[in-house]
């Protein structure tokens, strides 16, 4: 990939920003914010889209675990999603950069009129060179907390809306795994990285298994139905390793990290 400036979208899930206590991870979330302001002083323009919100909100109201019953977990998200913006507002402070939040659900999207409105809300944040991080708007809709088959099913496919929104050139979605592999690495020893994907077909979909990680929610298969997305509106994607942020900085320089979904120029 070239040095030219480029417009990105990255998004972190929930089990890389918080441990299994449901505690924040601060040591990446500071690390997150370097690369991300790094990345902004290259010359690109960066969306951070940050999931985590439920979990963290959970651990602050000391609930004890993963709340079940609708009403807390959109309460829990409330308190969580408050919790996360005031440290993303702190640690990219360090670096001196604004970041502005936005809180979305599938209305927002599914109506022209509205989707007008945030793309330009979008492109004026950028031009200010503030980073806008993005959530599902957990407290009032539902569909990441409880469908699969809804709009945006999970932040994956949030991720892949909101680059899509601001025409972004990448989409880069950041996982607790080095990238898409030839069966679940989990249950495989030797199952391997697939670095390159051209085509993303039902076989490939047969390789993602079901919902990943206890904290996670969509595992590779949100992944891929993402990257089909973007990939079909022409924007690259990959997913990386969250807790390598440095292969953040590689593929600024050209490097291959991760799995790189090419782009479909029609
Ligand atoms: P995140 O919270 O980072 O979004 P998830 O836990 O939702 O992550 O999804 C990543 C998980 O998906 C991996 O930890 C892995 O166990 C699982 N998975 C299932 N199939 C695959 C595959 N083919 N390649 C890589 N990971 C897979």
Redesign the pocket.
């Known amino acids: 990939m070239s040095k030219k400036k480029r417009r990105i979208v990255v998004k972190v899930?929930?089990?890389?920003i918080t441990n299994e206590l449901g505690n924040s991870k601060l040591r990446t979330m500071e690390e997150l914010a370097l690369a991300i302001s790094d990345l902004q002083n290259m010359g690109n323009e960066v969306v951070l889209v940050s999931s985590g919100a439920i979990a963290v909100g959970a651990n602050k109201m000391r609930l004890g675990e993963k709340p079940r019953e609708m009403r807390m977990k959109q309460a829990a998200a409330a308190v969580g999603q408050c919790e996360n913006m005031f440290l993303y507002d702190k640690f990219f402070g360090y670096y001196d950069k604004t970041v502005a939040q936005i809180l979305l659900n599938a209305e927002d999207i599914r109506q022209e009129e509205k989707k007008e409105n945030l793309t330009n809300t979008f492109e004026a944040l950028l031009e200010n060179k503030i980073i806008p991080i993005v959530n599902e708007n957990d407290s009032v809709s539902y569909t990441e907390i409880e469908s699969e088959d809804k709009l945006f099913g999970d932040n994956?496919m949030l991720s892949a809306v909101v680059a899509v929104l601001c025409r972004a050139d990448m989409l880069i979605i950041?996982?607790?795994?080095d990238?898409?592999?030839?069966?679940?690495?989990?249950f495989y020893k030797d199952?391997k990285l697939i670095s390159r994907v051209e085509e993303i077909d039902d076989s490939l979909y047969e390789?993602?298994?079901g919902?990943?990680?206890r904290?996670?929610?969509?595992?590779?298969r949100t992944?891929l139905q993402a990257a089909e997305l973007a990939t079909s509106q022409g924007i690259n994607t990959l997913v990386v390793n969250?807790s390598k942020l440095s292969a953040l900085y590689s593929l600024m320089n050209g490097g291959k990290e991760g799995t790189l979904f090419v782009a479909k120029h029609n």
């Open positions: 899930g929930t089990s890389t994956d950041l996982s607790d795994i990238g898409f592999y030839d069966k679940d690495p989990r199952a390789l993602a298994g919902a990943g990680s904290r996670g929610t969509g595992g590779m992944k969250g």
